[in-house]
């Protein structure tokens, strides 16, 4: 059987790490191929991730694993995932992610649970809501989004909460 190798990334809130995952058909053997510093940047009152450093980070984990395997077969990539970015119709990033660390999203809780209350959201994802989480990054994410494009038009599906902006 060939080797499979398989890279696993793990972006965490302040470093990062690459996991390289090599399994004969017998044995499964793991080393870590690349570590590195992953820090959200304060602009203001605000914080964002600096995404450009994080797939620069990427690449430098890609290349380290496959100076050791030859190839990758695959590639995780693991976050606590309630940060995003937003693209246009091209594929372009309209700007940096914010970072779940901001408390940007406090000022808004109240007007999420205009729309939803807490025990609907909690019915609908089966977690206890935080202004931390996706959704209140999301509904926050609104009104940056129509100050930079208000001809864009998106739809955003999480937790199962279509969420529709223009």
């Known amino acids: 059987m060939k080797t499979i190798n398989v890279l696993a990334v793990d972006y965490g809130a302040s470093e990062g790490k690459a996991v390289l995952a090599a399994f004969d058909g017998k044995r499964l053997t793991c080393s870590e191929v690349h570590r590195f ?3 959200a940047c304060r602009i203001f009152s605000n914080m964002y991730w600096d995404i450009l ?3 620069e980070e990427l690449k430098k984990a890609l290349s380290n694993a496959v100076k050791i395997s030859g190839d990758i077969t695959g590639l995780g990539i693991d976050s606590w995932a309630s940060d ?4 246009d119709s091209q594929g372009n990033l309209l700007g940096n992610p914010n970072s779940y660390l901001s408390d940007r999203t406090l000022a808004i809780v109240d007007d999420v649970y205009d729309i939803y209350s807490s025990y609907e959201l909690f019915k609908m994802t ?8 996706g959704l209140f990054n999301l509904y926050s994410t609104q009104n940056q989004i129509s100050a930079l494009a208000k001809d864009i038009e998106y739809d955003i599906v999480i937790f199962g909460i279509l969420l529709s902006f223009s």
Do not use: A, K, Q, S
């Open 84 to 87: 995003f970015g937003v693209l």
């Open 126 to 133: 089966g977690i206890e809501p935080h202004f931390r989480f």
């Open 53 to 55: 450093m994080l797939f």
């Open 37 to 39: 510093e992953n820090y």
